[in-house]
């Protein structure tokens, strides 16, 4: 089975979040809430870590974490560890408490962070708990927009930073008020959700220093992860490995039994991140079921046809993604 793909260095920062097993609660009353934000206190003195926000909810948390010392998985191995203890002293059970282990998204400082930040501080909201978040006890929102006694541990320093406003509080308090944008909505929506929340160029600098064991180890994570290339860049090393032009693989002619345009257009399908028909417009397909029968062919074939895996196998490691063992 595939491993999580954990990233840890200096200075990294993560969105942390978990839930109970089986989706059942992690905090029964506000007293088992307030000794896990104890441990989050306790955690940045024994790790070093730093907490930029954090949001309990009954079934699960959410935390932005910064790890001077890149060692998120200790720190969350204490803070998981020593509160499940703790949760099932008090309810008189056994067992695990978290559905696994925690999911560590890391995050690049800037628009992503705050972002991250907002999408923390919204949980209430969107889960239609409150419809004032000055009124939610057990997230670390108020300590950004008002005068409330901030616990020395909690870093809202780094986010306010981020505002070049003479106010940063209040430009934090309208940001939050614009509610969640597009494009974090649509990466925590997604049945899967990839390693990296950032730029493309910030992803590309991070997956290229992964050594090729780890990225074995984790390889559904990390071709998750990895951005997603055009299909003028896949055409290109279509080409390269099939050794014919992109010209070629572009024609119609014979296009049923053209087995390079098929892959072509498969590779597309699996790495461009375009619809389906806007790779029909670049093939010159008249009807955009011809491009899913190409590609459901190739699917099937994959696995019994040992010369077409290795060509995809090769235009993967052209485009600097991991082969993958099955489709």
Known sequence: MPRPLRIEFENAQYHVMNRGAAKKN???NNIQKQFFIDLLAE???LFGIEIHAYCLMDNHYHLLVKTPFSNLSRAM???????TQYFNRASKID???FRGRYKAILVSYDEYFLNISRYIHLNPIDAKITNDLLQFSWSSYRYFVTSCNKPDWLNIESTLGLFSSINPCEEYRKFINLGIDLETYQFFNKNIVPTIFASNDFKKSILSAISYKKRIDSSADYNRTNPRYTQSQILQSCSKVLNISKIQLLNKENGKANIQRKIAIYA???????KIAAIAEQFSCNSLSNISDIVRDIKLRFNQDLELRNLIDD????????PKTST
């Open 268 to 274: 597309c399908k699996m790495w461009s991140g375009e």
């Open 95 to 97: 067992g695990a408490l």
């Open 77 to 83: 191995r204490h803070i998981n560890g020593v509160y």
């Open 315 to 322: 235009i993967c490691a052209e485009l600097r993604i991991l």
């Open 43 to 45: 955690a940045t003195v």
């Open 26 to 28: 992690i905090f029964k």
